[in-house]
C-alpha cells in the first residue's frame, strides 16, 4: 500500500545539552531508526536563549523557565525531525515520562537520565506542538521530502 508524503506524521525531536555532552546521540537516534521511523532533518545548534525562550513558551510561568532555557543554549543541540506513521505519540513513549525517576525501563530518559532538569532529550508532545516546532526549528528546504524506498538515485 502505497503511502502519499502528506499523509506521513513527523515529529520534532532534540538532544539536548546534556545529551550530547554525554556521548548519547548515537544511542538515541539507533533507538528511533531501529524503531522504524525516518529521519527527514538533522543539525547541530547552539540555540540562543531568546530562541530557547521560544521553544519553551508554553512554560513560562513555571519557576523553572528561566534555568530551562539557559540550560537549552548552554551548548550544542542536535535537532531531528522524524517521520513515520504514529511517530508524535510512539516517539514520546521511546523516550519516557519527563521525570526520569518515573520513566519506564526500556526508555531513552528510563536507561539513560536521572533527574528532570537533565532529561537529555525533547519530543514534541502534539500534532499542533510537532508542527510548530518543526516551523520553529527548520526551515523546509532543511527537510527531504519522502521516498518511496531508502535510495532514489539509479546509476
Ligand atoms: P519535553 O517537552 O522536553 O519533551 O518534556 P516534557 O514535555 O516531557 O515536559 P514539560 O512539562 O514540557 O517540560 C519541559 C522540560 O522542562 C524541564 N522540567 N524541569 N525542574 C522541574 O521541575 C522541571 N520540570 C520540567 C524538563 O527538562 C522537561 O523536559
Not at 531501529?34 to 513555571?62: C, M, N, S, W
Not at 532555557?69 to 515520562?97: N, Q, T
Request: hydrophobic content about 40%; aromatic content about 8%; proline content about 5%.
Amino acid at each position: 500500500q502505497e503511502v502519499h508524503a502528506a499523509e506521513l506524521e513527523r515529529t520534532f525531536i532534540a538532544i539536548k545539552p546534556d545529551g550530547v555532552q554525554r556521548g548519547l546521540i548515537a544511542e538515541i537516534i539507533s533507538r528511533f531508526e531501529r524503531k522504524g521511523f525516518k529521519l527527514v532533518g538533522i543539525k547541530v545548534v547552539v540555540p540562543t536563549k531568546d530562541f530557547a525562550q521560544k521553544h519553551y513558551h508554553d512554560l513560562k510561568e513555571r519557576p523553572f523557565f528561566s534555568g530551562l532555557c539557559d540550560f537549552l543554549s548552554s551548548g550544542p543541540v542536535i535537532a531531528m525531525v522524524w517521520e513515520g506513521e504514529g511517530v508524535i505519540k510512539y516517539g514520546r513513549k521511546l523516550i519516557g515520562a519527563t521525570d526520569p525517576q518515573k520513566s519506564e525501563p526500556g526508555t531513552i530518559r528510563g536507561d539513560l537520565a536521572v533527574v528532570v532538569g537533565r532529561n537529555i532529550i525533547h519530543g514534541s508532545d502534539g500534532p499542533e506542538t510537532a508542527k510548530d516546532e518543526i516551523n520553529l526549528w527548520f526551515t523546509p528546504s532543511e527537510l527531504v521530502a519522502h521516498m518511496k524506498s531508502g535510495v532514489k538515485v539509479e546509476i
